[in-house]
């Protein structure tokens, strides 16, 4: 069974930085890409990135660029969004979910991390 | 960036209706065109790719047409646990969202 299990939910200071956690089972991690998509009240769903495992790459929404971090351990089949000074605006929450290569629909999601933003 | 204008924001029907659900891109997105489900409280999950494309265990009442800019989502005889909110996503660039359509069962 594939499963995606993302780490808990976070609240954070306004200017500090998160990062959270996508645990992959159930598939080969690296046959997969695997997307970060934000939803909030506001904005609706914004894809983030994306990460490749096998080769280590990566591609931004031009937005988020400065503001999230994508990177992936092959060996323990975990990628990771680090989110930098972070603001209001950045609440949200946080999905990780997977495509196969070059075909960007998404089968299956996290079951998403909430950050809140307040001091 | 592909804009996607999803209409309507809101639906209401009743048990064993008919409803559909449409996207407009702002260019041509060639089909690169995916519907997801969202139950409150839940990820979304894929319904449709490719724009026809059922996704594996979703049920035959769900269906995706269109070409071009003009993408359509149809439930056939609604069922109670169909309320949710549904989202079209393009993927011909890189990957954007339609804002919605949130589903009651009147």
């Known amino acids: 069974e594939v499963k995606l299990q993302q780490s808990g939910d976070e609240l954070v200071r306004p200017g500090a930085s998160v990062k959270m956690s996508c645990k992959a089972s159930g598939y080969t991690f690296t046959d997969y890409a695997m997307h970060w998509v934000k939803q909030s009240p506001g904005q609706g769903l914004e894809w983030i990135g994306t990460?490749?495992?096998?080769?280590?790459?990566?591609s931004y929404n031009q937005k988020f660029k400065g503001k999230a971090t994508l990177t992936a351990d092959k060996s323990s089949n975990t990628a990771y969004m680090e989110l930098s000074r972070l603001t209001s605006e950045d609440s949200a929450v946080y999905y990780c979910?997977?495509?196969?290569?070059?075909?960007?629909?998404?089968?299956?999601w996290g079951q998403g991390v909430m950050v809140t933003v307040s001091s | 960036d592909i804009q996607m204008t999803q209409s309507p924001a809101s639906l209401s029907a009743s048990l064993g209706e008919t409803v559909t659900i449409e996207c407009r891109a702002s260019e041509d997105i060639y089909s690169n065109l995916a519907w997801y489900q969202q139950k409150p409280g839940n990820s979304p999950q894929l319904l449709i790719y490719?724009?026809?494309s059922l996704a594996d265990g979703v049920p035959s009442r769900f269906s995706g047409s269109g070409s071009g800019t003009q993408y359509s989502l149809k439930i056939n005889s609604l069922q109670s646990e169909d309320v949710a909110s549904y989202f079209c996503?393009?993927?011909?660039?890189?990957?954007?969202f339609g804002s919605g359509t949130k589903l009651e069962i009147k």
């Open positions: 490719d724009a026809n």
């Open positions: 979910a997977r495509s196969y290569y070059g075909y960007n629909w998404l089968d299956y």
């Open positions: 990460i490749i495992p096998l080769i280590d790459t990566t």
């Open positions: 996503q393009q993927y011909n660039n890189y990957p954007t």
